[in-house]
């Protein structure tokens, strides 16, 4: 069965920590995407990723950074945590081409205080 | 530019009734479309897509969803409703930008199946 874990369900950080959130897929895709998810916004992009070391923004990516190193695994770097960042981050992955669907982590509820 | 709609925040429906989530779309060329499902607290799940071919898609646990290209639409239907089917429901379309592959996601519609 394919999966894309993440790291962690649930985590608190204090406003000006850096974050990491990682999340690892099984499925060798190329692609990886990040997004947040609040109420009322529905999926918003951050960054996504069609390889290993390369990257895009996507529409959100103030305040955010990215790391692919290795083809399974895609980081969300949030270098100086603001309350606004307090959301659900859901990460993806899917095969290189458009016609195909994504597969989704659990999702991390991110707080910061 | 692409983009996706749906219209309504909230459906709700009783058990056994029909169900219909809307999605209305913009693309410059030909659409590939997708329905996801999200249980509470979960991720996303992929329910069917439209890439060609019949206008009428059947996907996982007995949800369909017709594709109109006039009418530039790809409802979510579904014969007779589960209480087990209330969830929040995502219409998404991909196009390519830049030989990117960026998908456009709706803001999300709740499905409340009453008892």
């Known amino acids: 069965d394919v999966k894309v874990t993440q790291s962690s369900r649930y985590l608190v950080k204090r406003t000006g920590e850096k974050v990491f959130l990682e999340c690892v897929q099984d499925m060798d895709h190329e692609n990886m995407f990040w997004y947040r998810q609040d109420p009322g916004l529905g999926l918003r992009l951050i960054y996504f990723?069609?390889?290993?070391?390369?990257?895009e923004k996507g529409d959100i990516p103030e305040g955010y950074s990215v790391s692919r190193e290795k083809k399974e695994r895609f980081s969300l770097i949030l270098e100086s945590a603001s309350t606004n960042q307090t959301s659900m981050y859901l990460c993806?992955?899917?095969?290189?081409?458009?016609?195909?669907?994504?597969?989704f982590g659990p999702g991390t509820r991110l707080t910061v205080l | 530019a692409q983009s996706v709609a749906q219209p309504e925040d909230q459906v709700n429906v009783a058990e056994g009734n029909p169900l219909t989530v809307k999605c209305t779309y913009s693309v410059s060329g030909n659409p590939y479309l997708f329905w996801y499902v999200q249980y509470p607290n979960r991720g996303l799940q992929f329910l069917l897509k439209?890439?060609?071919?019949?206008?009428l898609v059947k996907g996982s646990y007995g949800f369909e969803a017709e594709f109109n290209k006039s009418q530039t639409s790809f409802h979510l239907k579904k014969p007779s409703a589960l209480v087990s089917d209330s969830a929040l429901y995502f219409c998404?379309?991909?196009?390519?930008?830049?030989?990117?592959?960026?998908?456009?996601f709706g803001r999300g519609t709740s499905l409340i199946v009453h008892p």
């Open positions: 439209y890439i060609t071919g019949d206008n």
């Open positions: 990723s069609y390889d290993v070391k390369m990257k």
């Open positions: 993806a992955s899917s095969e290189g081409v458009a016609v195909n669907e994504q597969f």
């Open positions: 998404a379309v991909r196009d390519i930008i830049g030989g990117s592959y960026i998908p456009t």
